[in-house]
DNA sequence: AAAGACACCTGGGAGC
DNA sequence: TGCTCCCAGGTGTCTT
């Protein structure tokens, strides 16, 4: 489900409810996520109060007092908020109980989230090393082009990397390759600046566009209020294989690349 | 050191 | 209807 636009839709549509309230109740019904959801220093944060409620990357944090709550919802997790009424679910696996009608709950069937607790997010293992947030000025052309002066990889992996930049998943880079008519299969050290500028341009704008129309909804996405998104709406290549090509009728290809069905168009794109 | 393969899980859809 | 097989939005870790 989620790459960086569904992340940052779910952010802004639990924040409301979030800040400024209190947990007054932890439920873990599922101790095992990706990795062991550590419990008992997430009971800890009982009778806090949620001070701001953020992302980066596709992690979300949730600042209480004392430490915060990092929270990646990997490949099917939701995070949402619900009515304190509401009977779990076979794969909600946890629950933050609020001191108003609401409670925020963790949904996830492949299990392959996290959720961690640390008094410095930043300095987590997990977010330590990470690239920096593609709607930044530090990530342009000049930035992308540098580290791809080392690397062997093709394009899209280095799109992909997290140490890169962050937040552009499977589906957005191959969206993003295609606005820029740049080839997946290309070799990162022999794309010039010109067209990693054009690249990152790409990269903006269509991230930027499917946080604007709440994010894609492929399966079962929902942003914090169980609403879906809209933006597969406007999906150029990502599962059109075979299919027309918007901008000049060529059918769209598929090719694996580290693992990942990628989607482009053998025309616009070299 | 970098790049590729594999692993973790469940559910949904296609094909028989 | 029901079985089997394949695929899926991520990313840490192991192997070359």
Not at 98 to 121: A, C, E, H, I, Q
Not at 181 to 189: E, K, W
Request: hydrophobic letters at 35%.
């Amino acid at each position: 489900m989620p790459e960086l636009p569904e992340v940052e839709t779910t952010c802004r549509g639990i924040s409301d409810y979030l800040v400024g309230a209190r947990v007054v109740e932890i439920i873990v019904r599922t101790p095992k996520l990706r990795w062991p959801i550590p419990t008992k220093s997430l009971l800890q944060l009982k009778g806090e109060k949620i001070v701001s409620v953020r992302r980066r990357a596709k992690y979300i944090i949730l600042d209480c007092e004392s430490s915060s709550i990092i929270i990646h919802l990997g490949m099917s997790g939701q995070l949402y908020m619900v009515n304190k009424s509401r009977v779990h679910q076979k794969h909600d696996h946890l629950d933050f109980v609020l001191n108003s009608k609401w409670l925020l709950r963790y949904t996830d069937p492949r299990r392959f989230g996290s959720v961690m607790v640390s008094p410095t997010p930043e300095d987590h293992d997990r977010l330590r090393h990470l690239g920096p947030e593609p709607l930044t000025e530090e990530f342009d052309g000049e930035y992308l082009k540098s580290l791809a002066n080392k690397r062997r990889v093709c394009v899209k992996s280095l799109l992909m990397d997290a140490s890169v930049v962050v937040g552009v998943g499977n589906i957005y880079a191959s969206e993003s390759l295609y606005q820029a008519g740049v080839h997946p299969s290309r070799q990162a050290n022999k794309i010039s600046l010109q067209r990693y500028d054009k690249l990152v341009v790409a990269v903006k704008r269509v991230l930027t566009k499917a946080i604007a129309a709440g994010g894609t909804t492929l399966k079962d996405f929902v942003n914090g209020e169980g609403k879906p998104g809209y933006f597969q709406q406007s999906l150029n290549v990502y599962g059109r294989a075979a299919e027309p090509c918007f901008q000049c009728g060529t059918l769209i290809k598929s090719v694996v690349i580290s693992q990942r069905t990628t989607y482009y168009c053998p025309k616009c794109q070299r």
